[in-house]
């Protein structure tokens, strides 16, 4: 099994970027996925997360109308959109699955992993 993050790259301060993330190994479709991220000195915190279907979606409430999470099953993808982006943005940001029934924000619950994509947000 393997998750691969990436898009991650420097940005300024009200810019964009689009993370995606790519599975192999695991039947997508029966995973739920989500994005988290972690800062210098800080714990891993759930960001987003999709159900296996794609319609329901769970938001940081620092992101919420922020960020838009978003996956296409038929290419064993996943996608994190960010707008409007602020220094405190700044993290590793790292994709993960979930066989679980109910879509989590307890990055515990994950049992698989990307390597992370670093985001900087910086003028």
């Known amino acids: 099994v393997q998750l691969q993050a990436s898009g991650g790259g420097l940005v300024r301060p009200g810019g964009s970027l689009r993370l995606s993330c790519a599975a192999s190994?695991?039947?997508?479709?029966?995973?739920?996925i989500g994005w988290f991220r972690q800062a210098p000195g800080k714990e891993r915190a759930f960001v987003a997360a999709?159900?296996?279907?794609?319609?329901?979606?769970y938001y940081a409430d620092s992101v919420k109308g922020r960020f838009t999470i978003s996956r296409d099953n038929a290419k064993n993808t996943m996608y994190l959109q960010m707008n409007s982006l602020k220094p405190e943005d700044t993290a590793v940001y790292y994709c993960?699955?979930?066989?679980?029934?109910?879509?989590?924000?307890?990055?515990?619950?994950?049992?698989?992993w990307g390597q992370g994509t670093l985001v900087t947000v910086s003028s």
């Open positions: 190994g695991l039947s997508w479709h029966y995973y739920n």
């Open positions: 993960a699955a979930d066989s679980g029934i109910a879509v989590s924000r307890d990055p515990a619950r994950y049992g698989y």
């Open positions: 999709i159900s296996r279907g794609g319609g329901s979606t």
